[in-house]
């Protein structure tokens, strides 16, 4: 749990906002005890405890403090959406809201009330830890939970939360001008990297299915679902039991009907992610191999195909130019949301106080997109050291890092010595030795 004062909630005021709650099957508390949730960087959530011998737990969800993007963080939509899915199609795992609170006066910003759902959080995508029968049965019940969402038919409810596109082509080139715009309300330091403008460019410019006439639909071009937005491993509740069923599917602030496919490459990401700094979150290689158990991308694919209602034969190849525009277009979320969380971060904000590292993940995603985008096929898809085909004049998985620290290392401490450096000699030498006794002495940067 985390307790940034900035983020603190007030005891009393919510006590008594609980106290005159009436819910069916929420009971009313004596006393409560507030904690937040440490992981995610979005919207501050919060296990209230009642302490009484009930033991109650509720979770409560807000947007952050200060100034927000533009319907960013809206956290009445947000449940809106889950009770419009929960309704439409019962297999989808979502907890049930208790409350929308759209005053926010209350504790300063809109929030919601839902239920807690007891089970485990698995972090780390890789599984370290865990039994490899464990890992192959909890991403068999992954995948089956993003075809139960894609399955979800529209109704009128859900329509009512979501601007629908056209058609895929319009989704995804909403989604670069949605992420794109995020961008460039960023903290000054991470705007206008090379990298980022490249990438950007790049989809712009290979958006899948794009006909003349925006309105019609290309007849390769996958059907519209509900998508999740940010569908990965760290966003699940599984049960405790051997079975591992998915209890719950949480964080729906990007949920909406969009490409099912784009869900689904955002999802696979971490076959083709190395484990480094903060896209460790995403990876789910460990020294560039599958973990014993986790099944293959082909695998993980084939599984959710099992349990697709429609759309499953759209699936492009993985080899496909298609396939790797979703993946690109992931990372560039990715990117820019990770620009968002720093930015809130030095604005005070942030939903945790580890903001400040998702800096480095900005360059890091887009130079990682850029060699997806360079290269015929680089994902993991065995669970052999040499899983990762690559062509012999670009870095291995291993490498990339590394290289990215070194060109760091160049732009943040030798191109600023040189001309220190320069500065230096040209002074020590613009005299002649008598008058200048430090002549010989080395720099000390050297």
Known sequence: MNDESNLS??????????????????????DITISKFKDGQSNPTYLITYNDVTKFHIVLRKAPPGNLLKGAHAVD?????????????????????????????????PFYLMEYI?????????????????????????????????NTP?????LSEIKLPKNCSAFSKRQI????????????????LPEMETLLIWLQNNIPYTNRNESEMNSNSPPLTIVHGDFRLDNIIFNN????????????????VGDGIADLAYCCLGYYIPSVGVLANFSLLK??????????????????KTCRTEGKNTIPSLDSEEWKFYLCLGLYRIACICAGVYTRALQGNASSNQG?????????????????????????????????????????????????KLRKFIDDVIIPSEIKFSNQRVQQFSKSPKENSNRWQPNIIM
């Not at 069923?245 to 990007?254: G, K, N, Y």
């Not at 130079?367 to 993991?380: P, R």
């Open 77 to 109: 939509r947000e449940s809106r959406l889950m009770n419009a899915i929960k309704e439409a199609n019962p297999l989808c795992a979502l907890p049930q809201i208790y409350k929308i609170e759209y005053d926010s006066t209350i504790i300063g910003t």
């Open 9 to 30: 909630l007030n005891h009393a005021i919510l006590l008594t906002y609980l106290q005159n709650l009436h819910i069916l099957n929420v009971p009313i508390p004596d």
């Open 287 to 304: 020294n560039n191999i599958l973990p014993q158990g986790i099944p293959t991308l082909q695998e993980f694919i084939e599984e959710y």
């Open 241 to 256: 039991k051997d079975t591992a069923e998915v209890s719950a599917v949480l964080d729906w602030e990007l949920g909406g």
């Open 118 to 150: 007891n089970g485990t959080i698995y972090r780390n995508p890789s599984l370290p830890n865990v039994l490899p029968t464990l890992r192959k049965v909890l991403y068999k019940n992954m995948a089956s939970a993003l075809a139960s969402i894609h």
């Open 356 to 404: 400040y590292i998702f800096k480095e993940a900005v360059p890091l995603c887009a130079q990682q997109a850029m060699l997806l985008i360079n290269k015929t096929n680089t994902a993991a898809t065995t669970n052999s050291l040499h899983a990762t085909p690559r062509s012999l004049d670009a870095p291995s998985t291993l490498a990339i890092p590394i290289l990215m």
């Open 154 to 158: 529209f109704t009128d409810n859900i």
């Open 177 to 192: 001008n949605i992420w794109s715009n995020q961008y460039n309300r960023s903290s000054n330091d991470i705007l206008h």
